[in-house]
């Protein structure tokens, strides 16, 4: 069923573009928690607290780690890159015209978002298969080619990059997908600052220890949250041994690891080939009351118009788990998801007495550092729409952590609280961020667009789900972000669903959530503290991602499905949602057998306001039907237009043809840019006619 819901704009501002929220199937005066709503509770504010030195720092996670640790370990293997960096330079002319252009899709106006292709109006720097490329948009000829992989590295390789000038930085994620706080392969992840004037060059490489999550910037000051785990190596326990046996070994190597294993480093390498490495002071690691200590979250800090300082990227850090990044002009927020239950046998709650840890050889818990026990709500069962994650059984036999002549408790594993923790940043001054307040919601998130900032609140839609996975409501949360205490909130929307959208825009914010129809409630959210259900309208289908599109307009990307909730092929919708009491939708395009990139990745998503052109990928796949591409619409106040489809060249691999599926679109002065893994299509924004194609290869 699909739920929109619109958070409603405020009746005498007249131009503000009302949010569209899908919700529940109940009738909108009905929305609210009852005796079939899963368990909820209130949440207060969470505190960070900064540790006074390593010896406190060294003490609080190690108990923490070893509590968390289970008998294989934190996480995945280790894999070891190079790089070799290669320009190569192609003598072009190149122009110093700057054509009227779009840019990235992002969340929030004025903080730009890493993508894999950036342009400026007179440029188009797009980074593929490890190699950046730089194209002149007046010419349209690649001017210069940097090669920034080793040949031993994967050609598909994730990059994306930021641009600022003749500046970019280029994000490579080194190898593996970061599921939802599931640990992933270690990698070479890398930040390579690169020059774009003249000759493409190097100006310097940051090697984190850990996983890149996201990046944000603004004006030319980029933000890159880093993930990290304890850098332990872990006994190897004899063949035959038991998970108790192998977690004991586990713990003892954690209650023995020092300082710098926990410790956030860094590595930058300049120009000229020198290294140093810089490593996140005690003092500048903070925690929350309750923590694994099992990973650290890093923030750091890159000017692209100064580059690497002295300082380096001035990191501050957290114990802390984190898989999505949302920012404004002022903060930064890192939230984490619950992780993925049942049962991670290293959680576990007492049922007798309580056995006291082996005590450390060198470190007491400081006295600041309580772990109280959680009480216990229902958890949640659901996962993401586009994670899929087996858990791991339950274990067999029931672990302590007490020596063996002490007495044994009895251990029951038990699934926590499915709750989302949010830390702020104020990111407002120069150099590092300020830590400013954490708090938690019940549930979880979709993505960066669950969580919006307004008139000194923040908006967090979450889903929640019962034990058994047979009921589900989604909300929204208000929390001042002064101390991201809850001030007020909105549940019982899309009972039985989860949430497949979520857009705030002002006052006003959409959520859809779907299993068989698509209710579209309209949220009133003018007052922070009384939140309310103000209309409601039912559809098939659902969209996965919600656009402004003009007063009272509202653009929707998804799939159209039976009333059975069969999806059929995507759909967009124009909603028109200027009366909240009223919304309803004017118009829908429905291509059959058929999906699009930008129902899960909005950057893949161009809305060009000034001649309403709308581009979306578009694979179809039905018999005989099988096409890779990109669907060109019309969008009016009213009305949706199929203008024509953009396709790019086939390619031959071997002994088959295959035809490249577009991922990015741009408008470039009167011309519509496309972006595929082979090559970069130019048409003409108008008829549609093919102007050039740039290959890759």
């Known amino acids: 069923m699909v739920v929109m819901k619109t958070l409603t704009r405020t009746a005498t501002a007249a131009l503000a573009l009302v949010t569209a929220a899908a919700a529940c199937t109940s009738p909108a005066g009905e929305a609210g928690p009852d005796a079939s709503s899963p368990a909820r509770r209130p949440l207060g504010a969470v505190r960070l607290v900064a540790y006074s030195g390593c010896d406190d720092m060294l003490a609080g996670l190690r108990e923490h780690a070893a509590r968390t640790v289970g008998p294989w370990g934190f996480g995945g293997p280790v894999l070891m890159m190079e790089r070799r960096d290669t320009a190569m330079a192609v003598p072009q002319a190149k122009s110093t015209i700057t054509l009227e252009h779009s840019t990235t899709n992002t969340h929030e106006a004025g903080v730009d978002e890493p993508d894999l292709v950036k342009t400026d109006g007179a440029r188009v720097v797009t980074v593929t298969g490890g190699t950046l490329r730089i194209i002149d948009a007046a010419t349209r000829e690649v001017t210069a080619k940097l090669k920034l992989t080793g040949d031993d590295e994967p050609a598909y390789l994730p990059a994306d990059l930021l641009m600022s000038g003749d500046r970019a930085l ?36 940051i090697r984190p220890r850990g996983q890149y999550v ?16 304890p850098d332990i190596t872990l006994p190897e326990a004899k063949e035959n041994a038991t998970e108790a ?19 956030p480093k860094v590595e930058i390498t300049d120009a000229s080939g020198a290294k140093r490495e810089l490593s996140v002071p005690c003092e500048r690691i903070s925690h929350p009351a309750d923590y694994t200590g099992a990973s650290l979250l890093t923030v750091h800090t890159l000017d692209l118009a100064r580059g690497v ?13 984190g898989d999505t990044v949302y920012g404004t002009g002022q903060s930064l927020y890192v939230a984490s998801n619950p992780r993925w239950w049942p049962v991670n046998p290293a959680v576990m709650e007492d049922t007798a007495e309580p056995v006291p840890d082996a005590p450390s050889s060198t470190a007491q818990a400081p006295a600041d550092d309580p772990t109280p ?59 590092a961020p300020v830590y400013a307040a954490s708090g938690k919601v019940p549930g979880r998130l979709l993505n960066q667009y669950s969580l919006s900032e307004h008139e000194g609140h923040l908006r967090v839609a979450t889903t929640v789900t019962s034990a058994d996975g047979e009921r589900s409501e989604s909300g929204v949360h208000v929390l001042r972000t002064s101390d991201l205490a809850e001030t ?31 209710p579209l409630y309209t949220l009133d959210l003018r007052d922070p503290a009384a939140p309310k259900v103000t209309g409601e309208l039912k559809i098939t289908g659902y969209s996965a991602y ?51 990139e930008a129902e899960w990745d909005p950057h893949a998503f161009l809305f060009w306001p000034k001649t309403g052109t709308a581009v979306i990928p578009l694979n179809s796949y039905g018999p005989g039907t099988e096409q890779n591409g990109a669907v060109v619409l019309k969008i009016t106040d009213s009305a949706i237009t199929r203008t024509g489809m953009i396709e790019h060249p086939r390619k031959r691999q ?44």
Not at 222 to 228: K, L, N, P, W
Not at 660 to 667: A, E
């Open 214 to 229: 996201d990046a944000r910037m603004v004006g030319s000051v980029v933000r890159i949250v880093t993930r990290s785990e």
């Open 546 to 596: 919600l656009h402004p599109a003009g007063d009272g307009r509202l653009i929707g990307i998804g799939q159209e499905a039976s009333e059975k909730g069969r999806t059929m092929g995507t759909q967009v919708s124009l909603f028109d949602v200027s009366d909240p009491a009223a919304p309803r939708r004017l118009a829908q395009l429905f291509q059959k057998d058929s999906g699009s």
């Open 373 to 431: 026990a959680e009480p216990t709500v229902t958890p949640t069962s659901t996962l993401t729409p586009t994670t899929s994650v087996t858990p791991t059984e339950a274990p067999t036999e029931s672990p302590t952590e007490s020596p063996t002549d002490a007495p044994k408790a009895t251990r029951t594993p038990t699934v926590p609280p499915e709750e989302t923790e949010v830390h702020r940043f104020d990111i407002g001054g120069p150099g």
């Open 488 to 518: 007020g909130q909105v549940g019982g929307l899309g009972k039985g669903e989860r949430i497949y959208s979520v857009r705030f825009i002002g006052p006003v914010g959409y959520v859809v959530t779907f299993r068989q129809v698509d």
């Open 245 to 263: 046996e192998r977690r004991r070994l586990n713990q003892q190597a954690v209650r023995a690891a020092p300082a710098g294993a926990w410790q």
């Open 170 to 205: 280029v994000l490579l994620r080194g190898g593996g997908i970061m599921y939802k706080s599931i640990a992933p392969m270690k990698a070479d992840t890398r930040y390579v600052l690169v020059d774009l004037s003249g000759k493409p060059k190097v100006l310097s490489t």
């Open 309 to 321: 300082t002295e300082a380096g990227t001035d990191p501050i850090a957290l114990a802390a788990d």
């Open 654 to 697: 071997s002994d088959m043809v295959y035809q490249p599926g577009i991922q990015r679109s741009m408008v470039i002065g009167d011309a519509i840019w496309t972006v595929s893994d082979t090559g970069v299509q130019v048409n003409d924004a108008a008829s549609l006619a093919r102007r050039s194609w740039i290959p890759f290869s």
